[in-house]
């Protein structure tokens, strides 16, 4: 079946500026990921949605980034008032469930901050 | 979880085996050997993983050692797609984030 997706691939925002990012992850996972790759770097984990529990948002590094995930499914990671340090590549996983962690990545967006 | 130690980088032949090691003296017996591959501009791609028992599947081969401090990711026949950074990664099932490592940067030469 079709793996996870994200949109856009590239995104290129001016300093202050909102930004959306999408996530798609494979159909019947229930647990979602949201991590961030700077050029070079390892993965830092933001957000883990599982189910209907409330989010795992301890990875997310200040007020203005915020995620949701509508009836399970889509999930959505807004960073509001861009810095230039948000610049990275935005990875989004997910598993079957939470137990069963083999986590599969989509292909990220790659986001520039001007 | 565990903390793990790959070499930096590493070089194959391409059709030949390429053995990636990784050690993890510090695991413990609920933890699993999880391998992911990052090729450039991609996300991380799962291999495989396994608890004790060697596993096998269709893109390669995960041997543990009898003591699960070590383990030897197997790549039976590289090809020049193969060229990646590949992510050794020790974790319970009970967990959430992962945690990648520096890597071992494998180069396939042809």
């Known amino acids: 079946g079709a793996g996870v997706s994200q949109s856009p691939s590239n995104k290129v925002t001016e300093k202050g500026k909102d930004v959306e990012l999408r996530c798609d992850p494979i159909s019947g996972h229930t647990a979602l990921y949201w991590y961030r790759q700077s050029l070079g770097q390892g993965l830092e984990f933001l957000i883990y949605f599982q189910g209907n529990s409330a989010p795992d948002k301890s990875g997310l590094p200040s007020d203005r980034f915020s995620a949701e995930r509508t009836g399970g499914s889509v999930s959505t990671l807004t960073i509001q008032r861009t810095q230039q340090e948000d610049s990275a590549v935005y990875l989004c996983?997910?598993?079957?469930?939470?137990?069963?962690?083999?986590?599969?990545f989509g292909p990220g967006t790659r986001l520039l901050v001007l | 979880d565990a903390k793990t130690t790959q070499p930096t980088s590493m070089d194959c032949a391409e059709g030949r085996a390429a053995n990636l090691p990784c050690n993890h003296s510090t695991i413990s017996g609920n933890e699993y050997v999880y391998w992911y591959r990052q090729i450039h501009s991609q996300g991380p791609q799962y291999i495989i993983h396994g608890l004790k028992n060697n596993e096998t599947n269709e893109m390669a081969s995960l041997i543990i050692t009898e003591d699960r401090k070590s383990s030897t990711l197997i790549l039976p026949h590289a090809t020049l797609r193969d060229t990646a950074v590949y992510y050794c990664i020790v974790r319970d099932n009970a967990g959430n984030m992962l945690t990648f490592g520096g890597g071992t940067r494998l180069m396939v030469k042809p």
């Open positions: 996983a997910s598993s079957f469930s939470r137990t069963q962690e083999t986590q599969y």
